[in-house]
Structure formats: structure tokens, C-alpha cells
């Protein structure tokens, strides 16, 4: 893909900081589309660096990093003095 093509590389600056291009692929995946790693590469920038953030491996490592004990049947239910929650009538 040439830099001629790309849409992106019009308005760099502005079109970069909102994260926008016209295809519209960067704002509905949060990942640049063709046009901005085309625009990028142009640039000498690593398209990778401008994810967002919740693709990258520290966010999924984050979210992954507590651990939740399963609890294999109600038996093991602790016991609660709230009301019990009944269906609709």
C-alpha cells in the first residue's frame, strides 16, 4: 500500500491524535487500520504502539490475574441472612 493512497496520510496530526480515518475500521476495532499503519510505516512509527489498550498483553494479563475459586455444588453455599430472592408472581 502506497502513502498516496491512504486517506490517513492527508491530516496526519489531527486524524492520528483522535485515532480516526476515514474507512472508519481504526474507530470501530481500536486497532489502525491499513491506511494508518501505511501512514505509520511513512513515518517511521510502529503501528503497534497506537492499540488500544485493552488489546495489549499487560491489560489481558491484568484482568486474568486474580483467581476465582469454583465452588462445585450448593452444598458448599456459605449461609446469608438475607431474604431469599422469589420469582416474579
Given at each position: 500500500?502506497?502513502?498516496?493512497?491512504?486517506?490517513?496520510?492527508?491530516?496526519?496530526?489531527?486524524?492520528?491524535?483522535?485515532?480516526?480515518?476515514?474507512?472508519?475500521?481504526?474507530?470501530?476495532?481500536?486497532?489502525?487500520?491499513?491506511h494508518a499503519i501505511c501512514?505509520?510505516?511513512?513515518?517511521?512509527?510502529?503501528?503497534?504502539?497506537?492499540?488500544?489498550?485493552?488489546?495489549?498483553?499487560?491489560?489481558f494479563l491484568k484482568v486474568?490475574?486474580?483467581?476465582?475459586?469454583?465452588?462445585?455444588?450448593?452444598?458448599?453455599?456459605?449461609?446469608?441472612?438475607?431474604?431469599?430472592?422469589?420469582?416474579?408472581?
Amino acid at each position: 500500500m502506497d502513502i498516496r493512497h491512504c486517506t490517513y496520510g492527508k491530516d496526519n496530526t489531527r486524524k492520528k491524535q483522535k485515532k480516526h480515518c476515514d474507512c472508519r475500521l481504526w474507530m470501530l476495532r481500536g486497532i489502525p487500520c491499513p491506511h494508518a499503519i501505511c501512514a505509520y510505516y511513512y513515518l517511521n512509527q510502529d503501528p503497534d504502539q497506537h492499540v488500544e489498550h485493552w488489546y495489549k498483553k499487560e491489560t489481558f494479563l491484568k484482568v486474568y490475574n486474580h483467581f476465582i475459586q469454583p465452588i462445585p455444588n450448593m452444598m458448599m453455599w456459605r449461609e446469608t441472612t438475607n431474604s431469599s430472592i422469589e420469582p416474579p408472581k
